[in-house]
């Protein structure tokens, strides 16, 4: 008599096509989870660079090779070989976090109807070297309208899917040169249930040879996966309308990243030939959006300084990223944080309580430091040590911090005034508050879409605090101007502007208001 696995089978599919430098620190990663996965299948791809020779280090590894045949078919020849109830897939230049298999398998523990879940990413370069985080884009409470307004998920590797589940649904499908797993996200969000966490789970690699660069591929691509869900969409008004944002939201995405490419190429006079072919390219597949974009950057005005996109190209719907900028490079709300918190770095010492992680607390305030500890609303965070809501606060201890780091969280919280009571509490006598808020922000679309409830002025921010703190005990301070908002609006990152503009602050158009506060 056979008993059945207490633990759910997983499954890890590291897919690899050239890319032999990269795949032990693939499998490395995929070894060292906190839930060890039962198989790890390495599928490749018809590659020239030999990378069974890495493959040969690890004996608990399968491999497989074959005919060149395209991501797709690799994909689904390691699900074929799978034999866990559950699957993840890895691609080889790619990065799992370490807790990113637990975590979605907790996410199917709390989530048993779904058919896949996932969780957020970040990006690194060529070298490993972590560059940005990219927050949760949550699905909200229509999977399927969501991911035809975009492909929320960004990158695979943050994704667990339940395996028979995918295999009912086809699979992957071959005929796509790229946007294979968006097709399958489509399919399966239509029919089934999706969750997520906020949870970084995976490292995306940028580096020259990845697929993604090519904008006009990706644009056919993506413009092909989302017009098959053009029947499925008409038969409701909200997926409807839905789809027809992501058609919109795909052509000016891809419109804007090659004109900005040919751009480049005209500055710095290379590789023009191939950005102008590309460009043509793009025009075919967007004629409108490309031929709107093109109109308004011949006819801006001539500037010292150059930017990758030009303001003339605001006569859009949709910003150009929708996740802060944060796909872009850094958001311009976290350049005046951080000026902020640099100008306070002195005050971040001692016992140290910071919200969501202890980043910019070991950033700022370094050997300062002698407790950093970090508050979550729910546990699961590795870093955690307190767990609850500042506007109840009641389980968190009085009179225990040096310094609190509360940076663009009280937006969140409906009862403002009860959350700064609960952080008066929570200081020592002689204690600090630092605190940013939002005054100019795109609302988050994902995790905290329905609890974004304020933009907070100056003089709010400051009677908020005074109320509870008393006047003179704080100081409040704004960044930013009518430049910096708009560029942030858009989604721009900070290396998109300019740098001598950002740095104008005007108190009638923050993007940031920020505050130092005293508990005497």
Not at 88 to 111: I, M, Q, S, V
């Amino acid at each position: 008599m056979t008993t059945r696995p207490t633990t759910p089978t997983v499954s890890v599919v590291i897919t690899t096509y050239n890319h032999k430098r990269f795949l032990a620190e693939a499998i490395d990663s995929v070894r060292n989870q906190t839930a060890k996965p039962d198989e790890i299948i390495i599928v490749d791809d018809g590659s020239s660079d030999n990378p069974e020779s890495v493959v040969r280090r690890y004996d608990e590894v399968h491999y497989i090779r074959q005919e060149n045949q395209g991501l797709a078919a690799a994909r689904n020849t390691g699900m074929a070989a799978a034999h866990g109830e559950f699957i993840a897939f890895l691609d080889a230049d790619d990065r799992l976090r370490p807790a990113a298999l637990a975590t979605n398998l907790g996410l199917f523990r709390d989530n048993p109807d779904c058919a896949l879940v996932y969780g957020a990413y970040r990006l690194i370069d060529e070298a490993g070297t972590v560059r940005n985080a990219v927050p949760l884009r949550s699905v909200g409470k229509d999977p399927y309208a969501g991911f035809l307004t975009d492909n929320l998920i960004g990158m695979h590797a943050a994704v667990l899917y339940r395996r028979r589940t995918l295999e009912a649904a086809g699979g992957f499908d071959r005929s796509l040169r790229a946007c294979e797993d968006y097709d399958v996200y489509l399919r399966l969000s239509r029919a089934h249930k999706v969750a997520c966490t906020p949870e970084f789970l995976a490292d995306y690699r940028r580096h020259a040879t990845n697929m993604s660069n090519s904008n006009p591929m990706m644009l056919r691509a993506v413009l092909k996966v989302l017009r098959r869900q053009r029947d499925a969409a008409q038969t409701n008004p909200d997926w409807a309308a839905a789809y027809r944002q992501g058609i919109e939201q795909w052509k000016c995405y891809y419109s804007d990243m090659q004109l900005a490419q040919l751009g480049k190429a005209l500055r710095c006079r290379s590789s023009l030939a191939g950005q102008v072919s590309s460009t043509i390219a793009v025009a075919v597949a967007a004629p409108l959006q490309t031929a709107v974009t093109l109109r308004h950057r011949f006819r801006r005005r001539s500037s010292r300084h150059r930017s990758s996109v030009w303001f003339g190209d605001l006569e859009r719907s949709v910003p150009f990223s929708t996740e802060f900028g944060f796909d872009r490079g850094k958001p311009v709300d976290r350049r005046y944080v951080e000026n902020f918190l640099a100008s306070c770095s002195l005050n971040i010492s001692g016992k140290v309580l910071e919200i969501g992680d202890n980043a910019y607390t070991m950033r700022f305030g370094g050997g300062r430091v002698t407790t950093s500890d970090v508050l979550n609303r729910y546990d699961g965070h590795p870093l955690t040590t307190f767990v609850g809501d500042l506007a109840k606060g009641d389980d968190l201890p009085s009179e225990t911090f040096d310094c609190i780091v509360l940076t663009q969280t009280l937006q969140l919280l409906f009862d403002m005034p009860a959350a700064i009571a609960t952080l008066w509490r929570i200081l020592k006598p002689g204690g600090v508050l630092l605190v940013t808020v939002p005054w100019v922000s795109p609302i988050d679309r994902g995790e905290w879409a329905d609890s974004w409830f304020w933009s907070i002025t100056p003089a709010a921010l400051g009677r908020l605090l005074s109320d509870r703190f008393g006047a003179n005990n704080v100081e409040v301070s704004h960044y930013g101007n009518a430049y910096a908002a708009t560029g942030f609006l858009y989604g721009l990152a900070e290396h998109e502007l300019n740098p001598a503009m950002l740095d104008v602050h005007d108190p009638h158009c923050p993007v940031i208001v920020a505050a130092r506060a005293f508990r005497q």
